[in-house]
C-alpha cells in the first residue's frame, strides 16, 4: 500500500510543488509497466515515511506527464532527481537499494 506521504505530481501541479516544497524533494519518474519502479516503490513509502517534515518523496508517472518528462529529459526510468530550492541538486537512474535512496537523499537536508 503506497505511503500518504507519497506527493503524485502531474504536468499541472509539478512546479508549484517544487517550488512551494520545504527541504529536498525526491521525485521519482516511472511507469507502472516498469518492472525496477515497481521494485523500489516499496523503498520510496518507507523513505517518505520516514523523512516526513524534513524531506519530501514525490511521483511522477511519465506516461501520463509527458511535458515534464520531456522537460527533464528522463528517457530511462527509474530516474531519481533530487530538487531542492527548486532547482537540481542530484540524481539517481536505475534502481538501486533503500539504503541508497535514502543516502541520496539525506546528504541534501
Known amino acids: 500500500m503506497a505511503s500518504p ?16 516544497a520545504k527541504g529536498p524533494v ?14 523500489i516503490a516499496p523503498y520510496l513509502d518507507q523513505i517518505a515515511d ?4 524534513v524531506a519530501t518523496v514525490a511521483k511522477l508517472n511519465v506516461d501520463e506527464n509527458g511535458d ?5 529529459g528522463i528517457q530511462n526510468i527509474p530516474t531519481m532527481i533530487i530538487f531542492k530550492g527548486g532547482r537540481i541538486v542530484d540524481q539517481q537512474i536505475g534502481a538501486i537499494a533503500k539504503d541508497d535512496i535514502k543516502k541520496l537523499l539525506t546528504r541534501h537536508v
Open 5 to 20: 506521504q507519497i506527493v503524485n505530481l502531474t504536468d499541472d501541479t509539478f512546479d508549484e510543488a517544487i517550488k512551494n
Open 26 to 39: 525526491l521525485v521519482d519518474f516511472w511507469a507502472a509497466w516498469c518492472g525496477p519502479c515497481r521494485m
Open 50 to 53: 520516514e523523512m516526513a517534515g
Open 68 to 72: 515534464i518528462s520531456a522537460r527533464f
